[in-house]
């Protein structure tokens, strides 16, 4: 907790009643029950409150009309009655609370003065506070996607966000999209971004994904590098992106916020947080495919997706369906994956210590990108096979997934890779190598218990900043000719297995699940651009475990 620095006023107002010594510091408002005894009450509520000013939502002001108060969006409240005849003014802070499970709330507290030029202070001086902070978003261009999840979405943000945007003087402008990529080419051609300060995406990891490819080519363009390139180092947004939880899955969000709650999210947006985070681009013979924050998932992954799209209707219910199906059916996929391991930086994918807000793990590495990214020439020929850091796997492979976050979510509270970073310009690459189906539950349940799902035989992960695969059937002739009896054998079974997929041999190939969406291609090259887009979050909190000797309340 803060401490509260140079006061700018101090007074004795009321609240519920109750005096109170109330004092606002550049950094705190706080609130103190005077108390003629000094005598300990346990099951006395708590007497001292404090919040930080950057979590002050709003300050409104309370009219008084035929002996009752007004409030300045019209409801009557009865404070004159309540607060006792002497007390004139009201005005009513809007600030964060936290609760269960990283949520936060709007909570508010009415103050009650018996002179009008204290009171008329005491709101000016709030709202300059925070009209000096200039963090927070006056405008924002929302998308709101209809139809993602369980189509709620602009339910959702008309009755859980907008309210909450007005409340906090945040000015909107909406769009409910009508088509798959309207979002997307909005923002690549239409949308006028000077007039704001950030993107508000409605919706799941898949209306994300539209929102970041709109934003990231329009910002190349805007910044004159070619979106389309492998070599160039691409630029960063500077619009920062909100996301209200309407979707499926919804990792992302969950990864970032550490829950799945439209309120939550709102809140974030209003204080005017910034996450930033890692982006993969994914390329097929230097041909640009798409982008990817969370799962790049070739296997198992790629064909639950494939096959939960048939299954729309069913909501995100779909996914455990095909999650059922596809264990139960088993496939595994021949191919090579090569890798260039991240060098120099700290942490690793079995680390115990996990990505929370002012992650200093992201701030280093995040450090050393950009010192890497300015000699990025050099870089980009060290990175070429010659230099001998490629390592390459070849192999039978259940799943190959990367994931570039966590990838936590409500099916999978500490995700893909628990340990894994929102910002240190790396992917956790895992590899699940043909085995059992018991064994592949073994492993699939360690993500819902606090089990390594690593710690297992045939599971590799690797931290890493660049990665390609290339399906068997892609490899070039040499190779093929390694082991040619065999794979004739493989082909006649393939093409049956293809129409039979029941029969337990794998088809040839699967295909990528990009965020949520289906890659064309099999054949891949990824990297990591660090810290490229920016969050309205601050990473997940770490909960207090006990009260800070630095309280204000406590001095
Ligand atoms: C037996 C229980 C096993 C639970 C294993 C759970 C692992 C879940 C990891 C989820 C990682 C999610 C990564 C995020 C992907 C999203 O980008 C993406 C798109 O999201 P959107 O719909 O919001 O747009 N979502 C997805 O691709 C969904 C992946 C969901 C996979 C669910 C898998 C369920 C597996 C069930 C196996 C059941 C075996 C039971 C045997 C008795
Ligand atoms: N108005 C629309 N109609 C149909 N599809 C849309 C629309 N707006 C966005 N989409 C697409 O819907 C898909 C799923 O969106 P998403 O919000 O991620 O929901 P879910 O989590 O249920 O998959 C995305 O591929 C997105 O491009
Ligand atoms: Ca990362």
Same mark, same amino acid.
């Given at each position: 907790?803060?401490?509260p620095?140079?006061?700018?006023?101090?007074?004795?107002?009321?609240?519920?009643n109750?005096a109170?010594?109330?004092s606002?510091?550049r950094?705190?408002?706080?609130?103190?029950?005077?108390?003629s005894?000094?005598?300990?009450?346990p099951f006395? =509520?708590?007497?001292?409150?404090?919040?930080?000013?950057?979590?002050?939502?709003?300050?409104?002001e309370?009219?008084?009309?035929?002996?009752?108060?007004?409030r300045?969006?019209?409801? @009557?409240?009865? &404070?004159?009655e309540?607060?006792g005849?002497?007390c004139r003014?009201a005005?009513t802070?809007?600030?964060?609370?936290?609760?269960?499970?990283?949520r936060?709330?709007c909570?508010?507290?009415? %103050?009650?003065?018996?002179?009008?030029?204290?009171?008329?202070? @005491?709101?000016?001086?709030?709202?300059?506070?925070?009209?000096?902070?200039t963090?927070r978003?006056?405008?924002l261009?929302?998308?709101i996607?209809? $139809?993602?999840?369980?189509?709620?979405?602009?339910r959702?943000?008309e009755?859980k966000?907008?309210?909450?945007?007005?409340?906090a003087?945040?000015?909107?402008?909406?769009?409910?999209?009508?088509?798959?990529?309207?979002?997307r080419?909005?923002?690549?051609?239409?949308?006028?971004?000077?007039?704001?300060?950030?993107?508000?995406?409605?919706?799941?990891?898949g209306?994300?994904s539209?929102?970041?490819?709109?934003?990231? @080519?329009?910002?190349?363009? !805007?910044?004159?590098?070619?979106p389309?390139?492998?070599?160039?180092a691409?630029?960063?947004?500077?619009?920062?992106?909100g996301? /209200?939880p309407?979707?499926?899955?919804?990792? +992302?969000?969950?990864?970032?916020?550490?829950?799945?709650?439209p309120?939550?999210s709102?809140?974030?947006? &209003?204080v005017?947080?910034?996450q930033p985070?890692?982006?993969?681009?994914?390329?097929h013979?230097?041909?640009?495919?798409?982008?990817?924050?969370?799962l790049?998932?070739?296997?198992?992954?790629? !064909?639950?997706?494939?096959?939960?799209?048939?299954?729309?209707?069913?909501?995100?219910?779909?996914?455990? %369906?095909s999650?059922?199906?596809?264990?139960?059916?088993?496939?595994? $996929?021949?191919?090579?994956v090569?890798?260039?391991?991240?060098?120099? +930086? &700290?942490?690793?994918p079995?680390?115990?210590?996990?990505?929370?807000?002012?992650?200093v793990?992201?701030?280093?590495?995040?450090q050393?990108n950009?010192?890497r990214?300015?000699? $990025?020439?050099?870089?980009?020929?060290?990175?070429?096979?010659?230099?001998?850091?490629?390592?390459?796997i070849?192999?039978?492979?259940?799943? /190959?997934?990367a994931?570039?976050?966590?990838?936590?979510c =409500?099916?999978?509270?500490?995700?893909l890779? =628990?340990a894994?970073?929102?910002a #240190?310009?790396?992917?956790?690459? /895992?590899l699940v190598r043909k085995?059992s189906r018991?064994?592949?539950?073994?492993?699939?349940?360690?993500?819902?218990?606090? #089990?390594?799902?690593?710690?297992?035989?045939?599971?590799?992960?690797?931290?890493v900043?660049? %990665?390609?695969?290339?399906?068997?059937?892609c490899?070039?002739d040499?190779d093929?000719?390694? #082991?040619?009896?065999?794979?004739s054998?493989?082909q006649?079974?393939?093409?049956?297995?293809?129409?039979?997929?029941a029969?337990?041999?794998a088809?040839a $190939?699967?295909s @990528?699940?990009c965020?949520g969406?289906i890659?064309?291609?099999?054949?891949i !090259?990824?990297?990591?651009?660090?810290q490229? +887009?920016?969050?309205?979050?601050?990473g +997940?909190?770490?909960l207090?475990?006990?009260e800070?000797l630095?309280?204000p309340?406590? /001095?």
């Amino acid at each position: 907790m803060e401490r509260p620095g140079r006061l700018l006023l101090q007074s004795e107002l009321r609240v519920r009643n109750a005096a109170y010594d109330v004092s606002l510091s550049r950094s705190l408002l706080i609130w103190k029950r005077r108390t003629s005894s000094p005598v300990y009450h346990p099951f006395r =509520p708590s007497v001292c409150h404090s919040v930080p000013v950057s979590e002050i939502i709003s300050v409104r002001e309370e009219e008084e009309e035929n002996g009752s108060r007004q409030r300045d969006d019209g409801s @009557w409240k009865k &404070i004159r009655e309540r607060e006792g005849k002497d007390c004139r003014q009201a005005f009513t802070v809007l600030y964060v609370e936290r609760c269960r499970q990283h949520r936060w709330r709007c909570a508010e507290v009415t %103050f009650t003065c018996s002179d009008e030029a204290v009171c008329q202070h @005491w709101v000016s001086s709030i709202r300059e506070q925070l009209a000096s902070n200039t963090s927070r978003p006056k405008h924002l261009l929302v998308y709101i996607n209809p $139809y993602g999840g369980k189509r709620q979405g602009k339910r959702i943000y008309e009755q859980k966000v907008a309210p909450l945007f007005t409340q906090a003087g945040i000015a909107t402008s909406v769009i409910v999209t009508e088509y798959a990529n309207h979002a997307r080419d909005h923002l690549k051609m239409e949308a006028e971004l000077k007039k704001f300060d950030g993107v508000v995406c409605v919706g799941g990891d898949g209306m994300f994904s539209e929102i970041i490819h709109g934003l990231i @080519w329009r910002t190349q363009i !805007d910044c004159g590098v070619d979106p389309n390139s492998t070599e160039e180092a691409l630029s960063p947004c500077s619009l920062r992106i909100g996301i /209200i939880p309407a979707g499926s899955t919804d990792c +992302i969000c969950f990864a970032s916020v550490g829950t799945n709650d439209p309120v939550t999210s709102a809140l974030h947006i &209003i204080v005017g947080d910034s996450q930033p985070l890692d982006v993969c681009s994914v390329h097929h013979n230097n041909m640009f495919l798409r982008y990817s924050v969370s799962l790049l998932g070739y296997g198992f992954y790629g !064909d639950v997706l494939s096959d939960s799209e048939r299954k729309r209707w069913m909501g995100p219910a779909r996914y455990d %369906f095909s999650g059922l199906k596809m264990f139960l059916t088993h496939h595994y $996929y021949e191919g090579t994956v090569s890798y260039l391991p991240a060098k120099g +930086i &700290i942490g690793t994918p079995r680390d115990a210590t996990r990505c929370r807000s002012g992650c200093v793990i992201c701030q280093h590495n995040g450090q050393l990108n950009s010192e890497r990214s300015e000699k $990025y020439e050099m870089d980009e020929a060290s990175d070429s096979e010659s230099s001998g850091e490629w390592r390459t796997i070849r192999g039978k492979f259940l799943a /190959i997934n990367a994931a570039s976050m966590s990838c936590a979510c =409500p099916r999978s509270p500490k995700g893909l890779s =628990p340990a894994a970073h929102l910002a #240190d310009g790396t992917t956790d690459l /895992i590899l699940v190598r043909k085995c059992s189906r018991f064994n592949f539950l073994r492993h699939l349940l360690r993500h819902t218990s606090k #089990d390594d799902q690593f710690d297992l035989t045939f599971i590799e992960v690797h931290r890493v900043r660049r %990665f390609r695969f290339m399906p068997r059937h892609c490899q070039s002739d040499s190779d093929l000719e390694l #082991d040619l009896h065999e794979n004739s054998k493989r082909q006649i079974f393939s093409q049956i297995c293809k129409d039979h997929p029941a029969c337990g041999c794998a088809p040839a $190939y699967s295909s @990528w699940n990009c965020d949520g969406e289906i890659l064309t291609h099999t054949a891949i !090259d990824v990297r990591v651009h660090g810290q490229l +887009i920016k969050l309205f979050a601050r990473g +997940i909190e770490e909960l207090p475990v006990f009260e800070d000797l630095s309280n204000p309340c406590a /001095i």
